[in-house]
């Protein structure tokens, strides 16, 4: 395999640190690395397989240097300026915010789904919502076999996915202190509100999962709805997901389905109480697969129950899929 000059925009922030952390898990093949961030972390080092590295302000000419994958993470505001500026540099950005992931001009890929996708890029590519992420590992392989008429999900979010600040509301809000980023307690608690408020009264997150579920899977006739919850737990998404299917199914053949697909990992056996649960899947790359059940209330429907590390396969580990998937091509 090649190796590619790499750039990681956001490298403080707690994907960045998971990018950083994946990239030498998985022997991503660097030549050079450069880490950029805002100017309140300017001069500090970071560690990349050993050795020592100084984090750099982000700025205009970041990318007047042979950089051939940017991987970022600093917020829909740094993506919209900063990544078309790195592209018209030469440089390919995998872009971990929400800022390109509708644009027409712009593949939104998970590896395990829609690998194909990348071949059209124009420069950046954009990494989906982290619940997004999860939900169509296991949706793909389903709609392939059944074809899916109507997803339902209802999310159990962690606070990891609001990043440092967010952790810190629920360990603070255990010692009885007030909130500073939710607008609420999250400690023994649960927000229906992830994002902002539209005007329809949905969240921008619950929209961001109806839309871009129909961007990877291709198929915009899919009906689909979601709530999504913040809940008190520090790192793993769960997702309740109902499927409405065309065609009627075996349950066995579903199990087979799913065990049969790269990336999922089925953990259903209730009678020993085996099911996917959040703190297991935190620190893993796969997503899990459990409570797999028929929905009585429908001709053919099932219920399911998938989780995974939000901060990794949910945005880290996707993202540097992506870039091996370019480095392969
Ligand atoms: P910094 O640590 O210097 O603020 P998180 O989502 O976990 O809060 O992380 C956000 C990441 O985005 C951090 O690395 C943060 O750097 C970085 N960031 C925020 N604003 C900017 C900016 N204007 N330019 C570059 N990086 C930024």
Known sequence: MNCVNVAIVGCTGMVGRTFIKVLEERNFPVNEIYFFASNRSAGRTITFKGNDYIVEELNESSFDRKINIALFSAGGEVSKKYAPIAVRKGCIVVDNSSEWRMDKNVPLVVPEVNPEDIK????????????????????????????????????????????????????????GLPPKKYPHPIAFNCLPHIDVFMEDGYTKE?????????????????????????VPVRNGHSVSINIEFENSFELEKVFEVLRNHPGIIVQDDVKNNIYPMPIYASGTDEVYVGRIRRDFSVENGINIWVVADNIRKGAATNAVQIAELLIKE
């Open 120 to 175: 059209w890029h124009k420069g950046i590519i954009a990494n989906p919502n982290c619940s997004t992420i999860q939900s169509v590992v296991p949706l793909k392989p389903l709609h392939d076999a059944f074809k899916i008429k109507r997803v339902v999900y209802s999310t159990y979010q962690a606070v990891s996915g609001t990043g440092m600040a967010g952790v810190q509301d629920l360990e603070n809000g255990i010692s």
């Open 206 to 230: 619950e929209i961001k999962m109806i839309n871009e579920t129909r961007k990877i899977l291709n198929d915009q006739s899919l009906k689909i709805t979601a709530t999504t919850v913040r």
